[in-house]
Nanobody, 125 residues
Framework: QVQLVESGGGLVQPGGSLRLSCAAS????????MGWFRQAPGKEREFVGG??????????YYADFVKGRFTISRDNVKNTVVLQMNSLKPEDTAVYYC????????????????WGQGTQVTVSS
């Protein structure tokens, strides 16, 4: 049984930082592209970024609105993926989800096979 469990969400002031983690089990983690998505109330789920181990190197891809602020990393031994979020803005408020997909990094939710339950991030003063 595949499980993805996010942690690390919470309330942070604008300009602050949060570190989200996603622990995976039940799958051959190194074979999967891992994506981070978010969904704000009344909005569609949107791609934040993703990371893929190609067997030789790690590739990452970010949505334009997080470039330079967010960083994704993965540990194929611990089966974890981390989303480091800096310079947070109120518009970053959303439920953040990690997802695992068997192919390349994709920005479409339908490309991901497994999903975590999500963790709330609230950016407010």
């Amino acid at each position: 049984q595949v499980q993805l469990v996010e942690s690390g969400g919470g309330l942070v002031q604008p300009g602050g930082s949060l570190r989200l983690s996603c622990a995976a089990s039940g799958l051959l983690f190194s074979n999967y592209a891992m994506g981070w998505f978010r969904q704000a109330p009344g909005k569609e789920r949107e791609f934040v970024g993703g990371i893929k181990w190609t067997g030789v190197r790690v590739r990452t891809y970010y949505a334009d609105f997080v470039k330079g602020r967010f960083t994704i990393s993965r540990d194929n031994v611990k089966n974890t993926v981390v989303l480091q979020m800096n310079s947070l803005k109120p518009e970053d408020t959303a439920v953040y989800y990690c997802a695992a997909g068997p192919g390349l990094i994709e920005n479409r939710p339908a490309s991901y096979e497994y999903w975590g339950q999500g963790t709330q991030v609230t950016v407010s003063s």
